[in-house]
């Protein structure tokens, strides 16, 4: 976890850094999820997608990251 500063436009939208939608496997237009909680807000992809090949397809969560059943299967078959 690393604090970013960043203003909100003139509209109330905010600009997540590059690196970190590619970190988080966002792309434009992705539906995100607000919560808002002890005058905080969380921001989330309400679809996760496959860090490694974009599907939203099938997704899990391991370790805070979506893999999809190929991509899991792929690097399972690394070991070894
Ligand atoms: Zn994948």
């Given at each position: 976890?690393s604090?970013?500063?960043?203003?909100?436009?003139?509209?109330?939208?905010?600009?997540?850094?590059?690196?970190?939608?590619?970190?988080?496997?966002?792309?434009?237009?992705?539906?995100?999820?607000?919560?808002?909680?002890?005058?905080?807000?969380?921001?989330?992809?309400?679809?996760?997608?496959?860090?490694?090949c974009?599907?939203?397809?099938?997704?899990k969560?391991?370790?805070?990251?979506?893999?999809?059943?190929?991509?899991?299967?792929?690097?399972?078959?690394?070991?070894?």
């Amino acid at each position: 976890m690393s604090n970013m500063y960043k203003k909100l436009s003139a509209h109330g939208s905010i600009n997540i850094p590059v690196a970190v939608r590619r970190d988080l496997g966002l792309e434009g237009r992705d539906p995100m999820e607000l919560t808002v909680e002890g005058g905080e807000i969380r921001i989330r992809a309400y679809t996760p997608r496959c860090v490694f090949c974009g599907t939203p397809d099938g997704v899990k969560l391991f370790r805070g990251k979506g893999i999809c059943p190929a991509c899991a299967g792929a690097v399972s078959g690394m070991e070894g």
